[in-house]
């Protein structure tokens, strides 16, 4: 089993940054990939980036230039640049390991225009 806590949600003004942090706990050595995904109500929860067991690293073309993934496969971080309000979402840290998903509580990012 894989655990996941994030931490570093909250509100910011539009063109404000947050930076969003998860660790890793667990079988660790099961892990091939970590993501962040994210929810805004009523839409369907979209990758927003991931970093594989490689170090290779993508982001969504929605936040390409403003989102940053970095870290390692046991403690991975959003740096989140020039938020817009259309980023409001909950945003989850997702882990691949041992062929199923792995998901953290969520931490709220509320954006105001």
């Known amino acids: 089993q894989v655990q996941l806590v994030e931490s570093g949600g909250g509100l910011v003004p539009a063109g404000g940054s947050l930076r969003l942090s998860c660790a890793a706990s667990?079988?660790?050595?099961?892990?091939?990939?970590m993501r962040w995904y994210r929810q805004a109500p009523g839409e369907q929860r979209e990758m927003v980036a991931r970093m594989t067991r490689d170090g290779i690293t993508n982001v969504a073309d929605s936040v390409k230039g403003r989102f940053t993934i970095s870290g390692n496969i046991s403690h991975i971080d959003l740096q989140m640049n020039n938020l817009k309000p259309e980023d409001t979402a909950v945003y989850y840290c997702?882990?691949?390991?041992?062929?199923?998903?792995?998901w953290g509580q969520g931490t709220q990012v509320t954006v105001s225009p």
């Open positions: 667990g079988r660790l050595f099961s892990i091939y990939a």
């Open positions: 997702n882990a691949f390991a041992t062929a199923r998903d792995h």
